[in-house]
């Protein structure tokens, strides 16, 4: 299955390889979550009736997916305004770029998922997507990780459960709040 990438934005180009990364990024998706899945384009921000008028949220908005509409395929908008902003102190500027290709797979992955449980999983309540959604993102980031950090990953796979075990002392303890 091929997905058509556009850029559709202001800017003249694309980080380098942003194409081979997506490439690389839904070829760890299995072929079934991305049937009717016909593009994904890159635009300077979103603007859709459907979004709220608040010009706050929409601004921060990094990612949309689109349903099939008739004759016309679903398809993935990215705002590269909010992943890549142009405005601000340089450290602002700076930080966005280094975890580009990191942020850009949550937004494909999580808007992937979103179409997965919409079209193709008739079980999930409107209601209950978030947490769906929350899963199937975290599970492709890691296969996806894994795929394109596999020296990295081999070394850590040993330690990895006792670094998750950490992990939920540390929310759980969160969650508690501030000790007194």
Known sequence: MNIKIENLSGRSSLPKRTEQIINSMVATIPREHLRGIERIRFVDSI???????????ATKLPGLYYPKQGAKQARIEIALDVLLPKEGPLHKKILPRLSFKANMAAVIFSLVGQHLF???????????LEPFIRDYTEKQLKRWNEKEHGFRARIFKPI??????WARSLQRRAKKGPRT
């Open 160 to 165: 990895q459960p006792t670094l998750e075990r």
């Open 118 to 128: 919409l079209t193709l999983r008739h079980s999930v309540r409107k209601g209950q």
């Open 47 to 57: 603007r859709d009736p459907r979004v709220r008028n608040d010009q706050k949220f």
